[in-house]
């Protein structure tokens, strides 16, 4: 955990202001702040008679979705990655054995 000092920034999501605290650098906030205010902006032009409440909790599904993919991905990657490191490090030895072949 982080020891800088909280960040507060004002931020508005659907045009209702909000004063949001965090350790992330204020320009974060900022960021997160617009995609959700992006997300709600979308679903009330979608819905445009569904309640901010559940336009809120439908941004928050999509939200929770995007980042479980984004997840799932990078565990695929992770293992692409173990893979390929562990091939290269095979491929390696074995050169290096051949090498000393080579020389004895």
């Given at each position: 955990?982080t020891t800088?000092p ?10 209702i202001e909000?004063s ?5 650098d204020?320009e ?11 997300h ?6 979608k819905?445009?008679?569904?309640s901010?409440?559940?336009?809120a909790?439908?941004?928050a599904?999509n ?6 993919h ?6 695929e ?21 051949l ?6």
């Amino acid at each position: 955990m982080t020891t800088d000092p909280k960040a507060a920034v004002r931020v508005k999501i659907l045009d209702i202001e909000y004063s949001v605290t965090g350790y992330d650098d204020p320009e974060y906030l900022l960021l997160v702040a617009a995609v959700v205010d992006r997300h709600m902006r979308a679903l009330s032009q979608k819905y445009n008679e569904a309640s901010h409440l559940r336009n809120a909790i439908l941004t928050a599904l999509n939200l929770a979705d995007e980042l479980l993919h984004a997840r799932k991905q990078l565990e695929e990657h992770q293992v692409e990655a173990s893979d390929f490191n562990r091939q290269v490090t095979d491929r390696s030895r074995r050169l290096i054995e051949l090498c000393n072949l080579v020389q004895s």
